[in-house]
């Protein structure tokens, strides 16, 4: 709901701020989509040290920029930074994010190593602990595994897709 999206935007407002302006902050948002709305995305809510991308290309071609990609839902982006092995943290409201049963354990192991975060404050300070070594978080074994296991489950890669989609739907 619109709802919803508003509340997205206060949290990673309340996320930056947080961080305080020492760490620099990309928000990655697609303008091509203000066309089919009446409203335009204001950049005066966020801080004026926030730089801004507009999506006019894809993730894999401006991913090496950033040394974190923080997502505000879970989606097709999410899935492909963690498909891409690319240090990223999302950030979910508890009382609209909701996962399958069958889901809920991969999601609570992303939250043991710190990729999901309910609580923008506790985002803050956790990136503000790991700034000066993402790489050393992100690229450690059982955080590795965790992900792994994950990405076998949302966000595998198929040498024959087609082949593999037949196996499930038959």
């Not at 949290?11 to 305080?20: D, Q, V």
């Not at 620099?24 to 950049?43: A, D, G, I, M, W």
């Not at 609580?119 to 690229?139: L, N, Q």
Request: proline residues 4%; charged residues 35%.
């Amino acid at each position: 709901t619109n709802f919803d999206r508003i509340n997205r935007l206060f949290r990673i407002k309340k996320l930056i701020e947080n961080l305080k302006s020492k760490t620099p902050v990309t928000l990655r948002y697609q303008k091509s989509l203000e066309k089919n709305f009446e409203v335009k995305f204001n950049k005066n809510f966020f801080p004026g040290y926030v730089n801004y991308d507009t999506a006019k290309h894809h993730m894999k071609r401006i991913i090496h920029k950033y040394n974190l990609i923080i997502h505000d839902a879970d989606s097709t982006t999410f899935l492909e930074s963690m498909y891409l092995n690319f240090p990223s943290i999302l950030l979910l409201d508890k009382n609209i994010d909701k996962f399958r049963p069958k889901a809920e354990k991969l999601y609570k192991d992303l939250e043991s190593k710190n990729i999901i975060f309910y609580d923008p404050i506790k985002a803050a300070k956790f990136i503000k602990k790991i700034e000066s070594s993402v790489d050393k978080w992100w690229y450690e074994k059982d955080l590795q595994k965790v992900r792994e296991n994950f990405c076998n489950n949302f966000a595998k890669h198929s040498k024959n897709p087609i082949k593999d989609l037949k196996k499930i739907l038959i």
